[in-house]
């Protein structure tokens, strides 16, 4: 399996243009988790989904994120209009039998907003 | 404030020196995790321990959950250039009703030849 796959990599916008990010899950796993980095905050998790049924997002800072999960093979993240403050590194990940065995993350989308 | 705290927020020794991070929460967890990443990349996986008290190698890493399972440490023995990371410790505390992690700052170690 290649993983789970995120793109792009890297991501520079200006200031309230819309931003998709991308995640393709390890097949198989019913666990998809968007995660955000900064060196502020630390890893926050934003929104997770269950057999792509948004379980919790309470983490999704304000009505400009929302997340998607058509089917069990991709997912998006979407933030519309971005700001400065959004810059981070966004992560994906899953997990199979409810994350026991850790969750497999992707390796991240690096987003720049100016 | 942070649900997990974890200490010293950074770490640089000689190759070769032994180290103690550390996990602490006045949470209890039904489970704790501890992954390493790297720069530019996601974190991955190192160890899950579920026990109170229970203690886990892996090669020179030794992890220890706390008996009251609020707390956990990560010791390398000899470390490596290689052993160079972010640290990172989560845990699940929603009591396995609602799986999601809680992840830590992070323990950034730098190991010099």
């Known amino acids: 399996d290649a993983g789970v796959i995120q793109s792009p990599r890297h991501e520079v916008t200006e200031m309230g243009q819309e931003v998709t990010l991308r995640c393709k899950p390890i097949?198989?796993?019913?666990?998809l988790f968007w995660y955000r980095q900064t060196m502020m905050r630390g890893l926050e998790l934003l929104i997770y989904f269950n057999n792509n049924v948004p379980i919790d997002d309470s983490g999704m800072p304000e009505d400009r994120f929302s997340a998607k999960m058509p089917n069990a093979s991709f997912s998006t993240l979407k933030i519309q209009p971005s700001e400065p403050r959004d810059s981070a590194v966004y992560f994906c990940?899953?997990?199979?039998?409810?994350?026991?065995?850790?969750?497999?993350f992707g390796s991240g989308t690096r987003l720049t907003v100016v | 404030t942070q649900l997990l705290e974890q200490s010293p927020q950074f770490l640089s020794i000689q190759e070769g020196e032994n180290l103690t991070v550390y996990c602490n929460s006045s949470?209890?967890?039904?489970?704790l995790q501890w992954y390493r990443q790297e720069p530019g990349e996601g974190p991955v996986l190192l160890v899950t321990v579920v026990t109170g008290g229970e203690v886990k190698k892996l090669k020179r890493l030794t992890f220890q959950f706390g008996d009251a399972r609020k707390d956990s440490s990560l010791h390398i023995t000899a470390a490596q250039p290689g052993d160079t990371g972010l640290y990172l410790c989560?845990?699940?505390?929603?009591?396995?009703?609602?799986?999601?992690?809680?992840f830590g700052k992070g323990t950034l170690l730098t190991v010099n030849p």
């Open positions: 949470s209890v967890f039904s489970s």
């Open positions: 989560a845990g699940d505390n929603s009591g396995g009703s609602n799986y999601k992690l809680t």
């Open positions: 990940a899953s997990s199979s039998n409810r994350g026991i065995h850790g969750y497999t």
């Open positions: 097949s198989g796993h019913d666990y």
